[in-house]
């Protein structure tokens, strides 16, 4: 079985910070890792993907994330915060090995800019 | 072109009554999938189609909740006798034919929020 860990369900920076938002997985085989945004009352939008190629993706709007394996984890950065960066973010893995590809979202972190 | 839609956006109902919640994915697409999200959760699996079959079903709660695909385009989830506990938003996302060499992305739609009174 796999899941996903965002750890913080609120976090809150300031514009211009630093945003990280942490998510680690477990899964028995190597799996895909993803990260979504979703705005209010709208559809949720992939920001990016690990699929077994680079380790450090990039993503829309200048977010990218690390696959660390040795820490099991997928955070998510960007270096600078934008007011329409604040969203709710999912971390979500799937098994590629499965047969098909459902998602197994974490609980989800709202971020918060502060102007 | 156009994303994946789903109708209507709202539905408030009340309990024990019949709800049909409808998908229409993106042209072409072969895979759909149903997630259910309830308040302060992330998506949640239900069932997934390859065609006109559902190849995964391992996530619907119970036999209240079903759903088809007769053509291979156009999904609908059934949920007899609800319940406030369905009350969450369904989502419908579509892709892309799976397979173990490339992964092809899940585009969602807006989501039906179902109220269950």
């Known amino acids: 079985a796999q899941s996903v860990t965002q750890l913080g369900s609120h976090v809150s920076v300031s514009e211009g910070a630093l945003v990280l938002l942490r998510c680690n997985y477990s899964s028995s085989v190597p799996p895909y890792l993803f990260w979504y945004v979703q705005y209010p009352n709208q559809g949720l939008q992939l920001l990016l993907k690990y699929t077994s190629a680079a380790t450090l993706v990039k993503g829309i709007n200048g977010f990218e994330a690390e696959f660390k394996k040795s820490e099991t984890s997928f955070h998510l950065t960007k270096p600078s915060a934008h007011m329409s960066d604040a969203a709710e973010y999912f971390c979500a893995v799937s098994d590629p090995n499965f047969g098909n590809e459902k998602l197994t979202f974490g609980t989800g972190t709202r971020l918060t800019i502060i102007p | 072109g156009a994303g994946v839609s789903q109708t209507p956006s709202n539905k408030v109902t009340e309990k024990g009554k019949y709800v049909e919640l409808r998908c229409d994915p993106i042209?072409?697409?072969?895979?759909l999938y149903w997630y259910r999200q309830s308040l302060g959760q992330g998506p949640e699996f239900l069932i997934y189609?390859?065609?006109?079959?559902?190849?995964?079903d391992s996530g619907l709660p119970n036999d209240r909740f079903f759903a088809v695909r007769p053509e291979g385009s156009v999904s609908t989830l059934k949920i007899q006798r609800t319940e406030r506990g369905d009350s969450a938003v369904y989502l419908c996302?579509?892709?892309?034919?799976?397979?173990?060499?490339?992964?092809?992305?899940?585009?969602f739609g807006p989501g039906t929020r179902l109220t269950v009174l």
């Open positions: 189609f390859q065609g006109t079959g559902a190849a995964d």
């Open positions: 996302a579509s892709s892309l034919i799976p397979s173990a060499s490339n992964y092809n992305e899940q585009f």
């Open positions: 042209s072409g697409h072969t895979a």
